[in-house]
Structure formats: C-alpha cells, structure tokens
C-alpha cells in the first residue's frame, strides 16, 4: 500500500520545526529515520496529513562527552553512529553492547536514537535502555525547554509525555560509577526479531565486592520499559551469588513485570524467559563490575 496524501516539510533549524508542529499540531508527524513511521503510513495504520521531516537539521546529531564523564547524544544521531563511535564504547558500554541487536544494519544505518525514544515501542532496546542508564531527554518547544528522566518519559504503549509541539532534542547520559557493568539479553524466534523478552541490567559493587545498586529494566514485558524495582531492592546489600540472582529473578518474573500474551508466545512463557535471562544478566553485569576499577 501507499500513505495517505500529505503535506511535507524539511525544516533546516530546530525552530522551524517547531513552528510546523505549533502550527498543524495532533495533525502532524515528525519524521527522523522513518525506519517505523513509513511502514505504518504505507498500511495506513497512522495518516497525518502533515510530516515535518528533521533529516535537513544537523544540528541535531551528534556524541559529545559530559564534562562529568557521561554522554550527550542528539536526538538525530543514527544507530549505526552509536554503534562505531569509540567514546560510546568506553563510556557506555551497555548502549554500545544494545544497538547490533536493533534490527539489520540498513536499519541501523537509517533509525536514530531520538525516533525510537520517541516512538515507545516497549519491545525497544533503546527505550529499556535509556531508562536503565538513568538518561534525561531534553524537550524543546516554542514554550522553552524541559528536561525528563527517562523512566517518566514513557507512559504508556506508544505513548510519551511529549505534547504536539514539542521535540526530543538530546539524550544525557549521567556518568557509570566506579565497578559498575551492565548487560543486555534478549530472546527472538529469529535474529534480529522483535525480542520476545529482554532485560538491561546494570549493578554497581561497593568496596567489600557487595551489590551496592541494581537496576533491571525489560523490554516486551509491558506496556512500556518495565523497571523491576522489587528484584533491585532483594539484590541490594547481598553478595552476588547464583542464589541472590536467582531470588531476584524470580521476584522480578512474577512481581515486576506485566507481559501479555500474543500469537508469539504466552504471558506464562514471558515470565519464564525472563527469569532465566535476568539471573544471567545479572550474572554477566556483576562479573564486568568486578574487573573494574
């Protein structure tokens, strides 16, 4: 099929943009690597009768380090970009160890980091692990400026605290700290599926090699990044045995998450693969935070 008609703008500033969707409001769609947008305009599952393209605004990609040690990434910055770049490597091994999973590399080469923010999708890597990072995304609007944590920018399925006007501009990243590793583990009926299940896990050890913090975020788990808050608080204070994994991977399987069922698979299933992916992302993010520093 083919989209409905509509009317097409390449804004080569922020403002401009801005000015379109002040202008057309609920009518009008942003359009950034179009890697989700087009295939739902050409089934026709969305039809605006306005798209205002961003790929005219450079000013809108880009990776730069935080004086304090973390990342800002713009919101045009391609998947593909944060795949390569040796600064995301070093600084945010998680988001760097996420993006191959995302799709083919046509798509990587096309997607970008503020799109799949904003589309919401829950079975994102990207989306589970902003919040995972504890990222604040910058929003822009003729109104000013805001800043949002990640974990409430996501409201719903496909749904972001974003009003009409408004523009995701930038993702800061805060800075790791010291002996800390993360993991991403997901599970797909083929690569580079839609994940049935996933998780992010990011755990932090204190001097004495105890969990000092942890953080579990799924992915395809409900209607958003789900956060196991429950599993965290189990985990913290412990000595990271295969027991305390196990523990907090069972809590984080029947109280954390909300997985329904489809033609892919059960919410019973869900729940079970996430069990056995959490106790082995937590594993692997504690062996990393022990070899560090």
């Known amino acids: 099929m083919k989209p409905a008609p509509f009317d097409y703008y390449a804004p080569t500033t922020v403002e401009q943009a801005l000015a379109h969707l002040t202008e057309h409001g609920d009518e009008a769609k942003v359009l950034a690597g179009g890697q989700s947008l087009v295939p739902m305009m050409n089934f026709r599952l969305v039809q605006p009768s306005v798209l205002v393209d961003l790929n005219s605004i450079p000013d809108l990609a880009f990776i730069q380090p935080d004086e304090t040690g973390g990342l800002r990434i713009g919101a045009l910055t391609r998947h593909y970009q944060l795949e390569v770049d040796p600064l995301v490597a070093a600084r945010m091994p998680l988001l760097h160890e996420a993006v191959p999973k995302i799709g083919y590399p046509q798509i990587r080469r096309r997607g970008t980091l503020g799109g799949s923010l904003s589309h919401a999708d829950p ?13 604040r995304f910058r929003l822009r609007s003729p109104r ?3 800043w949002i944590p990640a974990q409430d920018f996501f409201i719903g399925l496909f749904t972001t605290v974003l009003e009409p006007d408004e523009l995701l501009v930038e993702v800061a990243l805060p800075p790791l700290p010291a002996r800390t590793g993360g993991s991403i583990l997901e599970v797909a009926r083929r690569r580079h599926d839609f994940a049935l299940v996933g998780v992010a896990a990011v755990v932090s050890l204190d001097g004495k090699g105890l969990c000092r913090q942890a953080r579990m975020v799924f992915l395809s788990a409900g209607d958003r990044p789900m956060e196991a808050h429950r599993a965290a608080e189990v985990l913290a204070g412990q000595a990271p045995t295969p027991e305390a994994f196990q523990a907090a991977a069972e809590i984080a399987a029947s109280d954390d998450i909300h997985p329904s069922s489809d033609i892919h698979a059960t919410a019973e299933f869900r729940r079970h693969l996430a069990k056995v992916l959490a106790r082995r992302a937590l594993d692997r993010a504690c062996r990393r935070a022990a070899e560090k520093e």
């Open 123 to 135: 079975s994102a890597e990207l989306v589970a692990v902003s919040v995972a990072l504890n990222g």
């Open 144 to 146: 000013g400026e805001r």
